[in-house]
């Protein structure tokens, strides 16, 4: 059963994450969160519709421009190491 | 109803709700729009700081929050709230250590929260300068109408 011990217990031991490319997952709700903010902070009048369309415009193409960059850096890496 | 419109006040009442404004946004993420009545737009940034700030906490537990070994993120991390200064002193003594990779997760999750924290912080005592919330309530009478 869970109780406000056990919730707070499990913000005192760190969850496993693998070195991996996988970690690069974490970037996301970390982009989802900024995105979300800045139209917040952004947008004159908040209208619910294009509030969440802006921010997931902004949220796409935030994400897009950090796999590009991901994929730019690893050609990189391959061109120099190869 | 707290008067939100700041072009009639004097100029140390206008000084003082600005610095109320922004004084409220640091201590509770949002409450800053809250008070100038955008409070649709503070329930949001309180959700989404708070969310944000939680799961930093959550991945790499409170130990990435260290004032003595992590100065310049603990910096970052207590512009999310003064509260962060409370588990920065329980953490000093080092009963938390956590390495590697969900530190790192950990630690940039809480200072982006923080970081985001300031950006509200500027837009609310920006919005209250402007008049911005008496401006909105104005325009969503004009289209309940």
Known sequence: MLDGGFILAAFTAPIEIGTTPSSMLWMFPLLAAIALVYKATKMRVLFTKKYLLESLLLFLSVSGFMIMAIIVLNLLSWLVTS | ?145
């Open chain 2, 1 to 145: 109803m707290a008067d939100t419109n700041t072009t009639n006040r004097l100029p140390l009442d206008k000084g003082l709700w600005l610095i109320t404004v922004g004084l409220a946004a640091w201590i509770i993420p949002g409450a800053g729009h809250f008070l100038i009545r955008e409070r649709k737009r503070g329930m949001i940034l309180f959700a989404v700081i708070t969310t944000l700030f939680a799961m930093g906490l959550f991945v790499g537990s409170i130990g990435v929050v260290d004032w003595v070994s992590g100065r310049i993120w603990f910096y970052a991390q207590i512009l999310y709230s003064p509260a962060v200064g409370l588990i920065g002193n329980i953490t000093k003594g080092g009963g938390y250590p956590v390495y590697g990779r969900p530190c790192d997760v950990g630690q940039i999750y809480t200072c982006i929260a923080g970081l985001l924290n300031l950006l509200c912080v500027l837009s609310a005592v920006y919005m209250a300068y402007c008049g911005r919330g008496e401006m909105i309530g104005h325009e969503q009478e004009q289209d309940n109408a």
